[in-house]
């Protein structure tokens, strides 16, 4: 005959302890996403609603951006000249070997972005900016987002993309101009795309466009501290830096050295001021002339700094055409 045993387990009844979790607060939430990467963060907006509304929010995408990078990435955005459909986007990573001074890039793939193609215009806090004909497009690496706004009137547009600090708003600012048989401009206008739901472009708010006559760009823009600057030629074949400030839309023309040749100057930042640097004398002499604008509203200029390349160096500058930078806190160039 079989025999079965049974075993019984008598469980001791456990007594239950109410724990009470300390409440996380907003702001410490906000301090621990932020120290994730954005790739992460873009998942973790289907977790709940806060946290899609947290993420998304410009106090959030403000604080993130402030935070301190432990390594720098470089992004380069490739276009098949063939078939302008096939894009890629790339990004650096960058890593240092302990106890050395040597840093390495790695180049990969990093997205698949969609169609951007066109001219790059400018990047502003992690966001790019491109141009397709009349049509302004934005880029947010991050996301993978790509804004397309409205079209412009005319193909004879300038653009640059800015960001108001008074406002917390990013801006697009426009300038269109004509030009008569004499290849003298005749009519200009600036316009501004505030980016947002519905953007469309509008005048500028400022009580004195153009006080002087139309002007058309002849470099690139450069912001600081909330003013967009760049140099313009007049309707009288005269050039002057424009200075637009970003929060109020005000123009202002300032006065430029008359000695300075504008084909060979470009603008920089020294020292926190707007500064023109001339490199006319550069692959021949070595000599790069600077003139920091010190009083806007009197067009008053600093007295001419040259700066001399050693001779040693001379051959990195040979028959070459170089893009100079300055640094606000030191005078770096």
Partial sequence: MGSSLSLVVRKKKEKKTLVILPEITEEMLIDILIRLPAKSLMRFKCVSKIWLSLITS?????????????SRCFFAYLVDCENQRKCL????????HDHSDIS?????????????GGYFVNSVRGLLCYRTRRRVKVCNPSTRQ???FPLMRSTNVWHCFEHDPVHDKYK????VWEVNKE???????HQVLV??????????????????????????G??????????????????????????SEEFNLIELLPYENLSCTSLINYQGKVATCEDTLLSSDGIVDVCVLEDADKSQWSNKKTFVLPVSQMNFVHGDRLVIGGTRDSENI
Avoid: C
């Fill in 104 to 116: 390495v890039s790695v180049i990969d793939q990093h997205s698949t972005m969609p169609v951007m």
């Fill in 172 to 175: 697009v600012l426009s300038l």
């Fill in 58 to 70: 410009r106090y959030f995408a403000n604080r993130f951006l402030i935070k301190p990078s432990p």
């Fill in 183 to 189: 290849e003298r401009v005749v009519r200009s206008e």
């Fill in 222 to 247: 450069m912001t600081i501290n909330g003013v967009l600057y760049y140099i313009a030629w007049t309707d009288e074949d005269r050039g002057v830096l424009v200075s637009f400030d970003l929060s």
């Fill in 146 to 148: 790509v804004v397309e």
């Fill in 195 to 220: 980016l947002g739901d519905g953007a469309t472009w509008r005048n500028t708010q400022s009580h004195n466009d153009t006080p002087h006559g139309p002007f058309y760009p002849h470099s690139q």
């Fill in 89 to 96: 986007l790339l990004k650096s990573s960058s890593s240092s």
